[in-house]
């Protein structure tokens, strides 16, 4: 039973990493000079790895 506990502790500590990463990945993406790939529906930039739509 207390590795179903210590699972689930791990499982939140993760999730607050990954939201935090996730925070720190839009804030790169934000001051990023992009330089987009573009393909005939996306364009991807190279550096941040930002995706844009081409379709609306």
């Known amino acids: 039973m207390s590795r ?4 689930a502790k791990q499982l939140k500590e ?3 990493e990954v939201n935090q990463l996730k925070k720190e990945l839009i804030n790169i993406q934000k001051i990023c000079e992009h ?5 005939d529906y996306i364009q991807v930039c190279t550096k941040c790895h930002y ?5 609306w």
């Not at 179903?4 to 699972?7: C, F, K, R, W």
């Not at 330089?35 to 393909?39: C, G, H, I, R, Y």
């Not at 995706?51 to 379709?55: D, F, M, V």
């Open 4 to 7: 179903v506990i210590q699972i």
């Open 14 to 16: 993760l999730e607050l």
């Open 35 to 39: 330089e987009f790939q573009k393909n």
């Open 51 to 55: 995706i844009e739509s081409l379709y």
